[in-house]
């Protein structure tokens, strides 16, 4: 897996054992879609980073700043490595954390929140709710893109943000609310 676009183009990223990182693909369509709507880059947050692939290609794009978050130890470490790889350290902080603590760590609010869930998680939607009820949200700035299985409808809402949009791309959809 390689970065896609940007100052780190090519590099290479690599994910915890197990992991299910974003296809390159996937992230391309992803960050074309938040071009089209003019999404603010500036502060972002990758919620399950797993290897850091989306907080890093926003990085690599131009993004000020990005807090990676994930409970799993070995992933970040692992997001740690790719940080360092690419030579984005120095923008991007890594939070060892279950994303439902997030809202109570960090402090907002973020221009863009990435979360690419495990597909099938039960409590993936209920921690993403309360980030997007949470000071960690804008409404009317924050965009929050959900990354989850194409055959999973994805909620009309999650917390006061509205799905505006869904992309699919094989057995991946990008969901983005606003």
């Known amino acids: 897996m390689r970065v896609t676009a940007g100052r780190a183009k ?14 390159g693909r996937v992230r391309a369509a992803l960050f074309s879609a938040l ?3 003019g999404a603010d880059l500036s502060r972002v ?17 131009g993004a000020g ?7 799993s130890p070995a992933a ?12 984005l350290s120095a923008q991007g902080r890594v939070h060892c954390l279950p994303v439902e603590k997030a809202p109570e760590r960090l402090r907002g609010p973020y221009t863009l929140v990435l979360a690419d869930p495990p597909y099938g998680d039960p409590s993936a939607l209920g921690a993403l709710e309360r980030v997007a009820a949470s000071p960690l949200v804008e409404p009317g700035r924050t965009v929050l893109v959900l990354e989850h299985s194409s055959r999973a409808a994805p909620p009309e809402r999650l917390g006061p943000l ?6 699919r791309h094989g057995d991946s959809a990008l969901s983005f609310y606003r």
């Open 10 to 23: 090519g590099r290479e990223l690599r994910g915890p054992p197990g992991a299910r990182p974003s296809s």
């Open 76 to 87: 970040c470490r692992q997001v740690r490595r790719n940080l360092e790889s690419t030579g």
């Open 35 to 37: 071009a089209a709507l």
């Open 65 to 71: 700043s990005c807090d990676f978050v994930d409970e």
């Open 162 to 167: 509205e799905l505006t949009k869904t992309l």
């Open 45 to 61: 947050l990758d919620l399950y980073a797993g290897s850091g692939a989306l907080g890093i290609e926003a990085l690599s794009r």
